[in-house]
């Protein structure tokens, strides 16, 4: 699913001048980019390049060694608790160890930002709670205890929690790490699905290049070493920019309509064929 962008949407995000380190490393350089809605984001690159601390950055849990992030037009720091998790939801890469609850019970936690005064949640929340298991295919499994699930289901009930809090904009670290591929193709459609609707926005980080150009529009492609590069996904999760940011030759093949990246084969005598990569 790609298609143009013609920014009719308000921006929803934006990184000024953005500068994230580890220990003396700096994994982001003064990065200046605005996100749009409507727009599905990759975030890509090698392990260690800072896919979550970026993610947790734009979420507002980390603060960053320079610049600033602004949603609305609001830096997050001066953004309130409760209208910043009604605007934007993250879902972290390793949830902590379920309670014993109901899919539907822990689905519905996330309404928090929604609940009135006494913190009832209303039938609202709870047909709220049931749309995003339905939406994700969980609805026979709304009366599952959560322990009972296997690893990939919990993943998805994850998921379907983070959309159960209806925040337009969606931050989500590695949400694909644990799902069979149709499960993985599923949950793509469904965000997809999701961000049809007025004014969201999704961030996901990602290993797989070739799922991500075919559903997300736009890629961020971490190099590791504090260089990025923002754009559509087909400019950005290109032969050339992959094989530099992975430190290996990376190839595009065609069959049809139907693309793939893959790596370089090797030459016979155990070397990467070529240096260059051919450009996409």
């Known amino acids: 699913m790609t298609h143009a962008h013609t920014h009719l949407e ?32 990759c975030v890509a690159g090698p392990n260690g390049a800072g896919k979550t601390t970026l993610l947790s950055t734009l979420a507002g849990l980390l603060r960053p060694a320079a610049g600033h992030v602004e949603l609305d037009g609001l830096r997050l720091s001066d953004w309130p608790p409760l209208p910043l998790a009604q605007r934007r939801a993250l879902m972290p890469q390793s949830a902590p160890d379920a309670f014993s609850a109901s899919v539907l019970d822990i689905v519905t936690l996330n309404r928090f930002p929604h609940l009135s005064g006494w913190g009832w949640e209303r039938e609202a929340d709870r047909a709220a709670a049931r749309a995003a298991l339905d939406l994700l295919g969980l609805a026979d499994f709304a009366a599952r205890d959560v322990l009972s699930l296997s690893g990939g289901e919990r993943q998805r009930v994850a998921l379907a929690a983070v959309l159960c809090q209806d925040a ?3 931050l989500l670290d590695e949400p694909l790490s644990h799902l069979d591929l149709h499960h993985q193709i599923d949950c793509l459609d469904a965000l997809a699905a999701w961000t ?23 890629a961020l492609l971490l190099d590791g070493a504090g260089g990025a590069y923002a754009g559509p ?9 992959t094989s530099r940011a992975f430190g290996y030759p990376l190839i595009l093949i065609r069959d049809g309509e139907h693309e793939a990246l893959i790596p370089a084969p090797r030459a016979r005598h155990g070397s990467p064929a070529g240096d260059d990569a051919p450009a996409g």
């Open 168 to 170: 337009p904009l969606l």
């Open 10 to 41: 308000p921006a929803a995000l934006s990184a000024q001048r953005l500068t994230l380190r580890a220990g003396a490393r700096t994994l982001l350089d003064a990065f200046t980019h605005t996100f749009h809605a409507g727009e599905i984001w």
């Open 233 to 241: 996904v087909h400019d950005v999760l290109t032969p050339t920019l």
């Open 196 to 218: 049809r609707e007025p004014r969201r926005t999704v961030m996901f980080s990602c290993h797989d290049l070739n799922l991500a150009r075919r559903f997300a529009t736009h």
